[in-house]
Protein backbone atom coordinates (compact mmCIF):
# COMPACT_ATOMS: atom_id res chain seq x y z
CA UNK A 1 0.00 0.00 0.00
CA UNK A 2 1.34 3.24 -0.80
CA UNK A 3 2.22 5.32 1.70
CA UNK A 4 -0.19 8.61 0.72
CA UNK A 5 -2.88 5.72 1.34
CA UNK A 6 -2.62 5.39 4.19
CA UNK A 7 -4.37 8.00 6.60
CA UNK A 8 -3.41 9.58 9.85
CA UNK A 9 -5.09 8.00 12.23
CA UNK A 10 -4.34 4.37 10.87
CA UNK A 11 -0.47 5.31 11.00
CA UNK A 12 -1.12 6.15 14.53
CA UNK A 13 -3.46 3.87 15.49
CA UNK A 14 -0.92 0.98 13.74
CA UNK A 15 2.35 3.00 15.63
CA UNK A 16 0.70 3.29 18.92
CA UNK A 17 -0.84 -0.88 18.62
CA UNK A 18 3.19 -2.15 17.62
CA UNK A 19 4.82 0.33 20.43
CA UNK A 20 2.29 -1.14 23.28
CA UNK A 21 1.79 -5.05 22.64
CA UNK A 22 5.84 -5.54 21.01
CA UNK A 23 8.15 -3.18 21.47
CA UNK A 24 7.75 -1.13 24.66
CA UNK A 25 8.79 -3.98 27.23
CA UNK A 26 12.05 -4.25 25.16
CA UNK A 27 12.74 -0.31 25.19
CA UNK A 28 11.24 0.68 28.36
CA UNK A 29 14.13 1.12 30.15
CA UNK A 30 15.30 3.39 32.71
CA UNK A 31 18.22 4.46 29.71
CA UNK A 32 15.84 5.38 27.48
CA UNK A 33 12.84 6.95 29.35
CA UNK A 34 12.12 9.91 27.18
CA UNK A 35 13.83 9.33 24.35
CA UNK A 36 12.36 8.99 20.96
CA UNK A 37 11.40 6.07 19.28
CA UNK A 38 10.58 6.28 15.46
CA UNK A 39 8.78 2.72 14.36
CA UNK A 40 8.40 1.89 10.73
CA UNK A 41 4.50 0.67 10.97
CA UNK A 42 4.69 -1.49 8.27
CA UNK A 43 7.33 -3.61 9.30
CA UNK A 44 7.92 -2.90 13.41
CA UNK A 45 11.48 -2.27 12.97
CA UNK A 46 12.69 0.99 14.86
CA UNK A 47 15.60 3.81 15.77
CA UNK A 48 15.55 5.23 19.43
CA UNK A 49 17.87 8.79 20.35
CA UNK A 50 17.38 11.63 21.79
CA UNK A 51 16.66 13.74 18.70
CA UNK A 52 13.47 13.18 16.56
CA UNK A 53 14.71 14.00 13.21
CA UNK A 54 18.22 11.81 13.86
CA UNK A 55 15.98 8.90 14.66
CA UNK A 56 13.67 9.21 11.66
CA UNK A 57 16.13 9.62 9.70
CA UNK A 58 18.39 6.78 10.53
CA UNK A 59 15.55 4.69 10.12
CA UNK A 60 15.17 6.27 6.48
CA UNK A 61 18.27 5.73 5.51
CA UNK A 62 17.50 1.69 5.54
CA UNK A 63 13.80 1.54 4.97
CA UNK A 64 13.37 4.86 2.32
CA UNK A 65 10.00 3.64 2.13
CA UNK A 66 9.01 3.49 6.33
CA UNK A 67 6.17 4.93 7.20
CA UNK A 68 7.24 6.56 10.39
CA UNK A 69 5.52 6.74 13.83
CA UNK A 70 7.24 8.21 16.68
CA UNK A 71 6.75 8.16 20.64
CA UNK A 72 8.50 9.40 23.33
CA UNK A 73 9.58 6.51 25.26
CA UNK A 74 7.68 6.42 28.78
CA UNK A 75 5.42 9.32 28.00
CA UNK A 76 2.11 10.00 26.59
CA UNK A 77 3.60 12.35 24.10
CA UNK A 78 6.22 13.41 22.01
CA UNK A 79 6.01 16.90 22.96
CA UNK A 80 4.10 19.21 25.33
CA UNK A 81 2.69 22.44 23.92
CA UNK A 82 0.91 24.61 26.44
CA UNK A 83 1.16 22.05 28.65
CA UNK A 84 2.88 19.11 30.61
CA UNK A 85 4.28 15.89 29.25
CA UNK A 86 2.64 13.03 31.71
CA UNK A 87 4.39 10.19 32.37
CA UNK A 88 3.34 7.02 31.84
CA UNK A 89 2.61 4.40 34.60
CA UNK A 90 4.91 1.01 34.18
Known amino acids: ???SE???EEIARR???I???IIRVQ?????????II??????GDYEIDNDLLVACHRLQAKQPDAVIWT???????V???????VRTAR
Open 27 to 35: VETAENIGR
Open 79 to 85: YAVGGTL
Open 19 to 21: YQK
Open 6 to 8: ISK
Open 38 to 43: SININT
Open 1 to 3: MPN
Open 71 to 77: ERIGYDA
Open 15 to 17: GGE
